[in-house]
T-cell receptor, first 114, second 114 residues
């Protein structure tokens, strides 16, 4: 795995859409993931996308993948105050014994303003 | 649902003590991981294990060791705790094989070394 980069902060108004961006460098990654971390808690798997897909939608969440530019985004429609959290993108790569390691970005702190 | 349980949410220890952090998963996952999380640095992999009694170093193994005597349990050991090991520690587990292997996380242990 290589570097995964995300912007550190994003603020949006309640009801607006949020778009969290991520760039990765390992072109051999086959799965890319989005995790959410609420204060004082562990990471919760939100969604994932396989590298042969361009888009995946799951209720209010839309994941877009631009493989050529190695760019991944997570769009949250109708953002609510409960969406305030840190969002991590991660790319998977196969390591020892077929264990798929993840390389995480540093996380984007999403703040939803009333 | 996958359940990953870390034995303590908060732990306070003294410099030089030997510290054990325990993690148990209930989904018969082959792979288990230990990370530490520090502000601005994201998640950094300390050690992982892809099978019982197997272990591999991650990115920052110095000052740590691990034990996996049973499939469901993965322990992180700080041999002689130091103040720079004050951090949030996260355990995760995932299925084996070459397909999609999302990692599932526990709630974390916030460790303070005085």
């Amino acid at each position: 795995g290589e570097d995964v980069e995300q912007s550190l902060f994003l603020s949006v108004r309640e009801g607006d859409s949020s778009v969290i961006n991520c760039t990765y460098t390992d072109s051999s990654s086959t799965y890319l993931y989005w995790y959410k971390q609420e204060p004082g808690a562990g990471l919760q798997l939100l969604t994932y996308i396989f590298s042969n897909m361009d888009m995946k939608q799951d209720q209010r969440l839309t994941v877009l993948l631009n493989k050529k530019d190695k760019h991944l985004s997570l769009r949250i429609a109708d953002t609510q105050t409960g969406d305030s959290a840190i969002y991590f993108c991660a790319e998977g790569f196969v390591s020892s014994g077929s264990a798929r390691q993840l390389t995480f970005g540093s996380g984007t702190q999403l703040t939803v303003l009333p | 649902d996958v359940k990953v349980t870390q034995s303590s949410r908060y732990l306070v220890k003294r410099t030089g003590e030997k510290v054990f952090l325990e993690c148990v998963q209930d989904m018969d996952h082959e792979n288990m991981f230990w990370y530490r999380q520090d502000p601005g640095l994201g998640l950094r992999l300390i050690y992982f294990s892809y099978d019982v009694k197997m272990k591999e170093k991650g990115d920052i193994p110095e000052g740590y060791s691990v034990s996996r005597e049973k499939k469901e349990r993965f322990s992180l050991i700080l041999e002689s705790a130091s103040t720079n090991q004050t951090s949030m520690y996260l355990c995760a587990s995932s299925l084996g094989g070459f397909g999609n292997q999302p990692q599932h996380f526990g709630d974390g242990t916030r460790l303070s070394i005085l």
